[in-house]
């Protein structure tokens, strides 16, 4: 079972524009991460925020983390056609350190 | 420095085979995991080894195994094929299971059941 759940499941903007992805989960979490998949490829890393850490940024990322409300969402500034993918929130719990995935959200980014 | 790579990258099989996907992580790496993705379930977690030792596993019937070799070298297998088992098996690699990081994938090997 997923244990982050992605909103919106698709979205489509056009380029230039900016991007917002949410991830909630449902149990405590030891860290959470995110990656992008371009279609039918291997999954790429793009970000990793701890429980203690409340946003990170990575060149046109922003990541921020509510432990509160068990939620993060990514933020993709200015956005080109390239970035269109599907983007995956995974969360770590526990003692396992084993990323659970969401089932993503579809990113279109229109030129 | 190489990345991780999955061998075969496309195969068909039918129902009733048995398949051998080939993962060999990057050099250094002594963490591999294998990851199953289909578009109605997403990305389910199969196993991880970790220096020879399977060290978790998912939620998955047996006839899901792995293996991992004294290179890190994984290989995982899927006996009596159903056709449920079409999917796309992702890899990953990471230096260590102590401390969080991130996975790095390969390609994926996408198996078609017929």
């Known amino acids: 079972s997923q244990q982050g759940e992605e909103d919106p499941q698709a979205l489509s903007i056009q380029e230039g524009e900016n991007a917002t992805m949410n991830c909630s989960y449902k149990t405590s979490i030891n860290n959470l991460q995110w990656y992008r998949q371009n279609s039918g490829r291997g999954l790429v890393h793009l970000i990793l925020?701890?429980?203690?850490?409340r946003e990170k940024h990575s060149g046109r990322l922003r990541v921020t983390l509510d432990t509160s409300k068990k939620s993060s969402s990514l933020l993709i500034t200015a956005s080109r056609a390239a970035d269109t993918a599907s983007y995956f929130c995974a969360t770590e719990s526990g003692g396992s350190y084993i990323p659970t995935f969401g089932r993503g959200t579809s990113l279109i980014v229109h030129p | 420095k190489a990345g991780v790579t999955q061998t075969p990258r496309y195969l068909i099989k039918t129902r009733g085979q048995q398949v051998t996907l080939s993962c060999s992580p990057i050099s250094g790496h002594r963490s591999v995991s294998w990851y199953q993705q289909t578009p109605g379930q997403g990305l389910q977690f199969l196993f991880e080894?970790?220096?020879?030792?399977?060290?978790n596993k998912g939620n998955f019937p047996g006839r899901f195994s792995g293996r991992q070799f004294s290179n890190s070298r994984s290989e995982m297998n899927v006996s009596t094929l159903e056709l449920g088992d079409s999917a796309l098996y992702l890899c990953?690699?990471?230096?260590?299971?102590?401390?969080?990081?991130?996975?790095?994938f390969g390609e994926g090997s996408r198996l078609t059941v017929l």
């Open positions: 990953a690699s990471r230096l260590t299971v102590v401390d969080p990081g991130e996975l790095f």
């Open positions: 925020i701890r429980s203690n850490e």
């Open positions: 080894y970790f220096s020879e030792t399977q060290r």
